[in-house]
């Protein structure tokens, strides 16, 4: 797909009240670690990525970013397995700025330069069965027609139990929901 549009989210002079709770949000919330691993504003301090187009819909930009914050705060996923589909859903849809801060914030889960470089390739060798089912299901779901549920592969679904499957598929539709919004209105990794 590509942009029909180029947005820049607002400056922070421009904003009313509902997008100023977003961006406090994003800037002070459970997300102001990642300050630290990757740029969440640019240099006239509009929010990038997924947060600046938070504010196109503060009511409904506001409880997405609140289900990233759920997966962060109350999955059974690990912080390594999490990145490993988010990335899986970043070489997939080709999300420059997915690929951009979930390549940060997959290292200090613990993924390493290589293992972070394989999955943008779309290739993942895991460090353990588990690793290997979020990645073979995250590319099977990714794959899988619009119109039809995916093949899972069935030994990776075996390794998963039913709130980690859950949770698992409900990452990559998050992510991929994201990516799919960010290519809309033309939003890439900050240069």
Not at 143 to 166: F, H, N
């Amino acid at each position: 797909m590509t942009a029909s549009r180029t947005y820049r989210a607002p400056r922070p002079a421009e904003l009313d009240e509902e997008q100023r709770g977003v961006r406090a949000t994003v800037l002070e919330g459970s997300r102001a670690p990642q300050r630290a691993l990757l740029r969440l504003e640019d240099d006239e301090e509009r929010l990038l990525g997924p947060f600046g187009l938070a504010l196109l819909s503060p009511g409904i930009g506001s409880r997405s970013l609140a289900v990233g914050a759920a997966f962060r705060a109350a999955s059974v996923l690990t912080a390594r397995g999490r990145e490993i589909a988010i990335l899986t859903v970043a070489a997939v849809t080709g999300c420059s700025y997915e690929r951009y801060a979930h390549a940060a914030v997959g290292r200090s889960a613990g993924l390493t330069e290589e293992e972070v470089a394989a999955l943008l390739d779309g290739r993942f060798p895991g460090r353990d069965a588990v690793e290997r089912a979020v990645h073979g299901i995250a590319l099977a779901y990714l794959a899988a027609s619009s119109g039809e549920g995916p093949a899972l592969p069935e030994e990776a679904v075996a390794v998963l139990d039913d709130r980690a499957l859950y949770e698992l598929v409900m990452l990559l539709g998050h992510y991929r929901s994201l990516a799919l919004a960010m290519d809309v209105f033309g939003v890439g990794a900050p240069r």
